[in-house]
């Protein structure tokens, strides 16, 4: 079983329509945890942190179960520029990061 | 302006010709992480540094060694490139938070093409 799992997809969806990703991690020991964006032939960046109590970054929301060890992400009313890979990221403190596959989206006008 | 800067941005190198990466950093962060990522992957942490001091992968080839002169500076070398080898470099920096993890910054990569 891998550390970090999200399905690949890829999502096809229309413009304003709503999305969510997954992310499963298999050690429960974890600490920190963190939804990344990388475009095509880019570098990841930073899309949000994600904790406990949840959050929400404009039409972005992030949760965190750690009981059932998984993280999601939530896109509302999605713009053709959210086209882009979403990569889960997930660390057990020490510098230890493991980044997920990433879930490939595709928004269509 | 750039934070975190990786030259070159493209990477020719021949079979088996070393081949040094490098990377540098204007935000003073203490920790440098190097990753590989081939094409549909997720990035692979080839190692890192928390200060001085070197953290290897377990999984990290020995063909991959790093070098950490100073805190802004970091180089990847690749003393024997094979064709797997060909992939994205990415190189990344992160603050410390008394153990957890803070947001990493990525530089934009160097492509390394291995003829």
């Known amino acids: 079983r891998k550390e970090v799992e999200q399905d690949p997809g890829p999502f096809n969806v229309p413009e304003g329509a709503t999305v969510a990703f997954n992310c499963t991690y298999s050690n429960s020991a974890s600490q920190s945890f963190f939804w990344y964006r990388q475009d095509c032939r880019k570098e990841p960046k930073l899309l949000m942190s994600v904790y406990s109590s949840g959050n929400e970054d404009g039409r972005f929301t992030a949760q965190l179960n750690r009981a059932s060890q998984y993280i999601s992400l939530l896109i509302r009313d999605s713009k053709l520029s959210d086209s882009a890979t979403y990569l889960c990221?997930?660390?057990?403190?020490?510098?230890?990061?493991?980044f997920g596959a990433g879930t490939r989206l595709f928004v269509k006008a | 302006d750039a934070m975190v800067i990786q030259n070159p941005r493209y990477q020719v190198t021949q079979f088996g010709k070393p081949v040094t990466l490098s990377c540098s950093q204007t935000?003073?962060?203490?920790?440098m992480y190097w990753y590989q990522q081939k094409s549909s992957q997720a990035p692979k942490l080839l190692f890192h540094y928390y200060d001085k001091d070197f953290n290897n992968e377990a999984d990290t080839p020995d063909n991959f060694q790093s070098r950490r002169p100073n805190t802004s500076f970091c180089f990847l070398d690749i003393r024997s490139p094979g064709l797997g080898d060909a992939a994205m470099y990415l190189c990344?920096?992160?603050?410390?938070?008394?153990?957890?993890?803070?947001?990493?910054?990525f530089g934009p990569g160097t492509r390394l093409l291995v003829l």
């Open positions: 990221v997930v660390s057990t403190g020490g510098s230890k990061t493991i």
């Open positions: 935000l003073n962060h203490n920790v």
């Open positions: 990344a920096t992160s603050g410390d938070s008394g153990g957890l993890q803070e947001t990493q910054y």
